[in-house]
């Protein structure tokens, strides 16, 4: 009798990379937060977009740039990966366009920050976001729906 067995990543994920308890309570409540509006939050990608925005004294900086955002869903996320020995997260822009969206919600949103709009527009750009990462009504998509057939 063989057991099946389930392939293992051959990396950790980020999310069990230890961090201070006030970025993990940052990151529990961005995460209940997303839950409870319906946004999509990987535990992964948020884990990292916050250790990359995560000050000396263990606190999250709440100041976010276009090029802050362009950086942490490229160069900068991979090389802090590499330095954990943990694998980059799938769709960091997804995770991020809802963080952006949770600061933006609860007024945290640092000061010196860009404009919401630009934030968002920038995240947007990333590609695998452009699919993913705006709500849409089901009735829009392509190819979706049933055939609409007359009662006789």
Avoid: F, K, N
């Avoid at 308890?21 to 509006?37: D, I, K, S």
């Avoid at 925005?53 to 090029?67: C, F, L, P, S």
């Avoid at 020995?85 to 769709?91: C, E, Q």
């Avoid at 995770?95 to 945290?108: E, G, H």
């Amino acid at each position: 009798m063989s057991q099946a067995t389930t392939p293992r990543s051959p990396r950790p994920r980020a999310h069990t990379v230890v961090q201070p308890p006030g970025l993990r309570r940052h990151r529990r409540e961005v995460a209940r937060w997303a839950l409870a509006h319906g946004h999509p939050a990987r535990r992964d990608a948020l884990a990292v977009l916050t250790a990359l925005r995560t000050t000396a004294d263990g606190a999250v900086d709440r100041r976010w740039t276009v090029e802050l955002v362009d950086r942490a869903t490229g160069d900068a996320a991979v090389s802090w990966c590499d330095r954990h020995g943990v694998s980059v997260p799938d769709d960091l822009a997804t995770t991020l366009a809802t963080y952006l969206r949770y600061l933006s919600a609860t007024r945290s949103l640092g000061p010196g920050s860009d404009p919401i709009a630009a934030l968002r527009r920038s995240a947007s750009i990333t590609s695998p976001t452009r699919d993913r990462s705006r709500a849409r009504h089901p009735a829009r998509a392509t190819g979706s729906l049933a055939p609409v057939l007359p009662i006789s």
